[in-house]
């Protein structure tokens, strides 16, 4: 429901044809999409037809001398304990069932939709009644009080649509209220007021379109659950009455004799069972239609080749079911008599030339085997041809259509094979074939007419800048605590490869308080999840080496690792209300680490808890530790924090933006900590945050960040005496103090932050910089040292051009 | 948002109780609020049970007098059942007799309610305990490892198997799902028996039938909440922490994905309940679920009032247990609730 605001930025233009537009897209960009229109198809057909081509003898009349028999020829599932053809009757309970469905599902919606809708606008107190009774009435099973509602009103078909109809509707009144008081409470419904819109506008623009995706999902889902909770109903014997049948009443027969003919219950149950599924993937598709979020993800999907898209688990799968439910509407026909390829041809020949001069049996066998065939496989052809290119999809959806209505017509022209009424067999088989021609005839002009081809997304290549850096990147420090060379951290998307984090070489000394800075999106962070092996899925890392205390990390199984970095290394997070369980004491979550990578326990591990909610300066600690985090303040949640990583006296702490999540007074406090805890305990911190006021208060070295490189390494007291990066000294620039003049305005960097998926040629900060000259935008400048203790990743600095030495 | 945070918040809205429990502590106030929505839903219960008589078409006298009972019988069983009296009166009467576990009756067999409470219930119960037995041991830890397993978009072959089963099974109605199994471990592979309750083995397939909907729903949002607390910052932090990773499951994880699948316990069971009386009428377990079945079929109000009246406290019941079992799982919803 958190949609964004800029629905009509993405609505298509009204002149959009229907299957161009994005909800058609998207409605069949999964074979869910497709599958539901041929689901649908066959069951309209079905239910329109089936009560025309039957007729009541067919399926009323009893033959005692045959009844109870196993599938045959005449009776393609056989017969029920009455003689009657098991197939025929569940087709003819088609229309019945459905209709009881939909209206119980109607008749729900309405009554939930207006209650939910008149509830969101109640007053206060007179809302809160209302909702309980609703809560209470969804705390109850649906078909207890339907059976309940059944004995009140009678059984009967219509008792049961009124009992389900009532039974289902408190869960959606839930629903619609939820919808209605959550929308009109929305962020942007109150700016588009404010901007002055009318009362109609705002319905129509903003809220239909943002509650309709769920209003349809839970109706068609509620379809799905009336169907079901219906025929329970008929299935216990309190629905539909006398000589009327649904599919429930159908089973309650089979059950009785599931042993002596099990497709007396499965024929039914698997009719249930297929409007369910058509009911579940239409749902699932509209909502990927209207949902416009969902569109772009679409988009994406389609820049995978057609191969990969033709093999993806999705179409895989649902094909297979897919064919697994037509192979079982189609299974009568392959029997053997009626494999007769020649006989076919010249039966089909017939029907198209209008003679109809055919016997009984070559409508029975022939015209089956020949037109259902030709619908099951051009229609399977079609799922999986919907798959290789957009256009076909559109063309797709409308033959899935086409040929689902014209399986269900030969379908039921077969019925009517051995029945009096020729006339309306070859009618409705007529029908069928027609529409498969059709169907088959247009697929083939759309191949030859199809003659572009797929066009892919470019893929980026990314070039590690590597070895030679590796060498020039020694910085020779006193005592090297951390050595990282060639750190990049790579994602394979489908658009192609990024690396927020390209080739970082840097060193740590011991005792040292290192600051990274960077715009967000720089790589800063996922810097230091690099450094600590925690970068999310599917990002890779990789690197020449990183080395803590001399050791490769990089080499290490994950047993040495996690041991290694366990007591070595602790991070500490943004936002300390998040970062901590809330369903843990922030004792058990301080002592954790240390009782598993020092063994400790008991008294031990207790006193250095202690000591060190001590250390970050947390009084009454012996209390405190029982406490969980929302019991705690913001800033003593982050020195619970800090405390937390310092269980183990880890050599290194990476603290990715401590300080950013808190108030100003506050973060002078989690400075403070940090400082004393690098003087008392010599523990060396690499300290991240976007802001520079923060780095140049505690840090004695600044690396500075920009599109996943390294630009600047300098010392913090070198920072505004030397020459500097552009992008440092934009960044020092943009730092308003209390002694700027108040009427420029606020100095900020021009332009945006690169595109990490399309980076310029040459610096990444070329676009920006306002000292750039042309080899700028041939080559990627490499991080050289200027100085003893300064390298820069700029021409300018290094190897300056003739006329901006002279400036 | 589910129905015990829905009662939060409207408990927390009425203000007279909040004035007279201002003064207690968490637990007692928690307490004290649960006990008043459990009154207000039991009153409510008995209200809509004793409606149903006078709701429905037809003279529940002469149900029970039978057709050709003569104009003199009728009178009296009227003045039996207590029908002869106002309106207030007769709901009194029906709130004693519940009080003292007198629901009446049968019109058909003459058998009191109680004790066909008494006979019914246990295989009721048996069949919805062995139901919610498989679906907490199976749909949690099914949910918790195919959410870890599909973690950040990863295996999206699984995903789509995991949703396309469960989306199917949920669809299934009990009965369906009843028929088919009894079709394939009875009647094709004859390895289970049905329509007894002689055998031990019989309880099998409608426990199975009872389940597998539940077990579906459940392991879906188990999966969900899998998903959304592996995503979570303070699992980040669990492994910076670099603990191994059944400790980050067990501490970190299960207890906040069971305060999920808690807080939706209440519903799955009340599904569970309504499963029963599908299947016990499919496998023919002589349950409450069949004997009420029957008693519609019979207009045998007493009984329908009485069956109906128990399942509604065990429901009712049940979600307040869950929302006290919430509570002491989670300590915010305590604090949440004032």
Known sequence: ???????????????????????????????????????????????????????????????????????????????????????????????????????????????????????????????????????????????????????????????????????????????????????????????????????????????????????????????????????????????????????????????????????????????????????????????????????????????????????????????????????????????????????????????????ANLTETAIGSQVALLLLRTGAWIALLLGFLSYFSLRFRRLCAYLGLICGFGAGSYFVSILLADSTNLGAALASARLGFYLGLIATILLIAQVFSDKSATTRGSHNVIHPTSQASVVEADMSLPRPLLQVRGLTVRFDLESGAIAPVNDINLDLAEGEIVGVVGESGSGKSLTALALAQLVPHPGIVSAHYVRLRGEDITRMSAGQLRYFLGSEMAMIFQDPMSSLNPALKIGTQLTEAPRVHRRLSGKDLHRLALDRMADVHISAAERRLRQYPHEFSGGMRQRAMIAMGLMNSPSLIIADEPTTALDVTIQAQIIDVLREINQEQGTTIMLISHDIGVIVEICSRVLVMYAGRIVEDVKVTDLLTTDKHPYTEALIAAVPAFDSNRDEPLASIPGRPPDLDNLPAGCAFAPRCKYVFERCHREAPPLLHVEETHRIACFLRTEPPAEATRE | MTSSQALQRHSADSGTLARLTSRLGPWPRFLLKRAASLFVVLAMLLALTFLLIHLAPGDPAVRKAGIDASAEQIEFERKALGLDQPLPIQFIRYVQGVARLDFGTSFITKQSVTEILQQRFPRTFQLAGTGLLIVMTVSVPLGILVGALTREGRNRRLEVAFMSLTSTSSALPEFLTATFLAFIFAVTLNWLPVGTTQKSTAIILPAISVSLRPVASLARVVRLETLNVLAQDYIRTARSKRLPTYVIFTRHLLPNVLTAALTIGGLVFAGLLGGTVIVENVFAWPGLGQRVVDAVFNLDYPVIQGIVLYFGVIVVLINTAVDILLALVDPRTLVLSE
Do not use: C
Not at chain 1, 261 to 277: C, D, F, R, W
């Open chain 1, 1 to 355: 429901m958190s949609r964004a605001p800029a629905y009509s930025d993405v609505q298509a233009p009204i002149y959009l044809a229907f299957w161009r537009t994005p909800f058609f897209r998207a409605f069949l960009s999964s074979p869910s999409g497709f599958l539901a229109l041929f689901l649908a198809g066959i069951l309209f057909a079905t239910a329109l037809l089936a009560p025309l081509a039957l007729t009541k003898e067919e399926v009323y009349q009893r033959n005692v001398r045959r009844r109870l028999e196993g599938p045959s020829a005449d009776h393609i599932l056989g017969t029920d304990n009455l003689g009657r053809d098991i197939l025929k009757r569940t087709l003819y309970a088609t229309p019945l069932s459905l209709q009881l469905a939909l209206s119980a599902a109607g008749m729900a919606i309405v009554i939930g939709f207006a209650a939910g809708a008149v509830t969101a606008y109640l007053p206060g107190r007179l809302r809160n009644v209302a909702l309980r009774l609703i809560e209470i009435m969804l705390a109850f099973p649906g078909i207890l009080i339907a059976i309940m509602l059944v004995a009140v009103v009678g059984t009967s078909a219509e008792g049961a649509v009124l009992a389900i109809g009532i039974a289902f509707s408190p869960s959606l009144a839930r629903v619609a209220y939820t919808l209605a008081a959550g929308v009109a409470g929305l962020d942007y419904i109150a700016s588009a007021r404010v901007l002055g819109l009318s009362s109609r506008r705002i319905v129509a623009r903003y809220i239909i379109p943002n509650i309709a995706e769920t209003l349809i999902v839970v109706s068609l889902n509620a379809t799905a659950a009336a169907l079901v909770a219906v025929s329970s109903l008929s299935f216990l014997g309190l629905g539909v009455q006398g000589t009327q049948f649904d599919w429930g009443r159908l089973i309650t027969e089979g059950v009785l004799r599931l042993y002596q003919v099990p497709l007396l219950a499965l024929a039914p149950a698997t009719a249930i069972g297929i409007t369910g599924l058509t009911l579940g993937y239409l749902g699932e598709a509209l909502a990927r239609g209207l949902n416009p979020t969902l569109w772009t993800q679409t988009a994406s999907v389609q820049s995978r080749s057609w191969l990969q898209r033709y093999f993806s688990s999705e179409t895989m799968l649902l094909s297979g079911s897919a064919l697994l439910l037509i192979a079982f509407y189609f299974l009568p026909w392959f029997s053997p008599d009626a494999l007769d390829p020649n006989r076919t041809l010249v039966t089909g020949a017939a029907i198209l030339a209008g003679r």
